[in-house]
């Protein structure tokens, strides 16, 4: 009964992707949620979301454990302005991600907390952050481009490839792009549409929303 539950829980076979740019981040994923192992539940839903003004989460894994990371984060950051009377800073904000993530996988349960999570955004300053929170509430600073989920091994090479140090944020949009429709060409759990963002100093902007939409055509007769 237990296996039964757990494969039946919404998951996200995913693509999830980062990169740093010179003047700002660029955050993208796919819009695939899968049922258990083999049925794609939903097709327009967005993994990439903004908890505030400054702040833009993405997040690889089960969907109620992420729903519910990304209620705590926002209310959690909410408090902590109150209370100090400051806006907290983007590594502030991965660091309580990574604690909460870390508290929810140490705690025992029947259905097992797996959400990875990449933490963007801008500071006060104007400056730019970008952090990968693991399922094990790891934090690590990314410094140039990262990707995760089951699309990665089709995305990684291809970033690894074509990124460039002080790449701008138009070159990174198209990067983006790119390693997003190399996964959904290739991997199972990827694919329907992508959403990519970008942060700057001037604030969190869409700067694509594409949907895939499956057409059939005669063949060609032989």
Do not use: H
């Amino acid at each position: 009964m237990d296996q039964e539950l757990k494969d039946s829980i919404l998951k996200t076979g995913t693509t999830i992707l980062g990169i740093v740019c010179k003047d700002g981040i660029v955050m993208a994923s796919d819009r695939q949620i899968t049922l258990g192992e083999m049925m794609v539940s939903r097709k327009d839903f967005s993994k990439t979301n903004k908890i505030n003004d400054y702040l833009l989460v993405s997040w690889a894994g089960q969907v109620s454990d992420a729903q519910r990371l990304s209620k705590l984060i926002a209310a959690e950051l909410k408090l902590k302005e109150l209370r100090s009377k400051t806006r907290p800073s983007v590594k502030q904000s991965a660091n309580l991600t990574g604690s909460i993530t870390f508290s929810q996988v140490r705690q025992p349960s029947m259905i097992p907390s797996i959400v990875s999570t990449f933490v963007g955004g801008f500071n006060e300053d104007g400056s730019t952050e970008l952090f990968r929170i693991g399922a094990d509430g790891a934090i690590i600073e990314i410094n140039d481009y990262e990707c995760t989920g089951s699309g990665m091994p089709y995305v990684l090479g291809l970033l690894e490839r074509q990124y460039k140090k002080d790449i701008g944020i138009k070159e990174g949009i198209e990067l983006a792009k790119e390693a997003l429709k190399s996964s959904t060409q290739r991997d199972v759990g990827s694919g329907y549409g992508i959403d990519v963002f970008t942060i700057t100093k001037d604030g969190i902007k869409k700067v694509v929303e594409q949907e895939i939409i499956a057409e059939y055509k005669e063949s060609k007769k032989q």
